[in-house]
């Protein structure tokens, strides 16, 4: 609810944002504060150019306003800031989501800057402040679509919540125990009432 005061979204399209943003992945790679700060400042003026760190990143971040905010974002830079295929990019995004694998992060973290300075001449420090983005994503992020899903989920729950209060609560009610369903013994046994 902070983020969402913070940013104030006016449109469905930044609904995303706001479920992805309170991950860990974005939080760690310090996606946060710039895009919050970036946000507000673009509401007061909509002429404000949000920075990229890198011309190569700015189509795959002009979304987020130059931050890492998705889970396949992190496969967008590494493919068009370092280099990557494909296949290479979702094996770091697979290093990085389930196993986390320290000696495979790192493995990764070589070839990128590497990646970076051949693919798109980056300087070391800049490919490192890149490669830092996105190593917070060893910690947890959503993928787009995954966001997009709960965003609108909470939307039109907030929307039924606010003009039909009742009716919404009275839905509520008669789904518990909200999708978990008991035993089969509870069933049988409800079923012989």
């Known amino acids: 609810m902070q983020s969402v005061r913070r940013t ?36 007061e ?3 404000y150019k949000p920075p990229c760190l ?9 979304e987020t306003l130059g931050t890492i905010i998705f889970q396949d974002q992190v496969m967008e830079v590494a493919q068009a800031f370092c280099g990557f295929s494909p296949g290479e990019a979702d094996g770091l995004r697979r290093a990085m989501s389930r196993k986390r694998s320290e000696a495979a992060i790192g493995r990764y973290r070589e070839r990128f800057v ?6 798109v001449g980056a300087e070391e420090t800049l490919a490192g402040t890149v490669w830092e983005m996105v190593a917070g994503f060893a910690g947890f992020g959503f ?3 995954h966001s997009a899903a709960f965003g609108l989920l909470a939307y039109q729950s907030t929307w039924l919540r606010v003009h039909y209060g ?22 049988h046994e409800a079923q012989r009432r």
Request: proline share 16%; glycine share 6%; net charge positive.
């Open 8 to 43: 104030r979204p006016a449109k469905r399209d930044e609904l995303p944002v706001q479920v992805a943003i309170i991950r860990p992945g974005p939080i760690q790679g310090g996606a946060v504060n710039p895009y919050i700060e970036r946000r507000r400042r673009l509401r």
């Open 45 to 47: 003026d909509p002429a």
């Open 54 to 62: 890198h011309p190569s990143l700015e189509p795959v971040l002009r």
């Open 114 to 119: 590497a990646g970076a300075r051949q693919h």
């Open 143 to 145: 993928p787009k679509a």
């Open 166 to 187: 009742p009716e919404f609560v009275c839905a509520l009610l008669n789904e518990q125990p909200m999708g978990f369903y008991p035993p089969d013994s509870l069933v």
